[in-house]
């Protein structure tokens, strides 16, 4: 769990996230769509709504306000604006995009290619090319406003175990976004020794 410097947890979670999405007015999970590019979805409670207005996923309540140009406020609830989100870490150069093959959830057939999104991660843990996908984009996107590029180091030392290159620490120390939680890792090397 990753906190801020006063302590104060900033990771919230993904509720239930749905292949069709959740209800804008209820935010209770789509049922029945149309089988349709334009088409109408339905939710539980019998709302119609168009697939644009669709919300992909419900968000917890984080400690920290949140931008109302990359999070929607309904009835309290927070809730992503992805296509704002993507734009930004694009922009910042905190990601970028790529295209690989994937397998239609549909049909279960091999399409040729879909665009995928990364967070770039080039010399921060060692110096070498890195990238991982995107899997949870709000709570990236999160982790990115709260820190910026820090917030997502942060997040991917955790992950791995092990501390990024010294330079890396260092300028995250004079930023003072380094943690005791990261402090505690070993370094890249002391990790993939004890591995070994």
């Not at 939710?43 to 709504?49: E, F, L, Q, V």
């Not at 109302?68 to 734009?87: H, L, R």
């Not at 899997?135 to 030392?157: S, T, W």
Request: with cysteine; hydrophobic share 35%.
């Amino acid at each position: 769990m990753l906190t801020n410097t006063t302590n104060t947890v900033i990771l919230y979670t993904m509720i239930n996230k749905t292949v069709y999405g959740y209800c804008p007015i209820c935010h209770v999970e789509c049922v029945d769509i149309d089988r349709n590019p334009f088409g109408d979805y339905t939710c539980a409670n019998g709302h119609t709504y168009k697939y644009s207005a669709s919300v992909s996923s419900l968000i917890a309540k984080s400690t920290e306000p949140f931008n109302p140009k990359y999070w929607i406020n309904i009835d309290g609830k927070q809730f992503p604006n992805e296509e704002a989100m993507v734009a930004h870490l694009l922009n910042e150069d905190a990601a970028f995009v790529n295209t690989r093959k994937y397998v239609c959830p549909t049909n279960n057939k091999v399409q040729p290619s879909t665009i995928v999104v990364f967070i770039g991660l080039n010399d921060i843990f060692a110096p070498a090319a890195d990238a991982d996908e995107i899997n949870n984009l709000p709570n990236m996107f999160r982790l990115y406003e709260l820190k910026g590029h820090d917030g997502i180091i942060e997040h991917y030392a955790l992950k791995r175990g092990y501390r990024p290159q010294n330079r890396v620490v260092e300028n995250m120390k004079n930023r003072n976004n380094w943690t005791p939680e990261l402090e505690k890792l070993p370094t890249a090397k002391e990790y993939h020794e004890s591995i070994t």
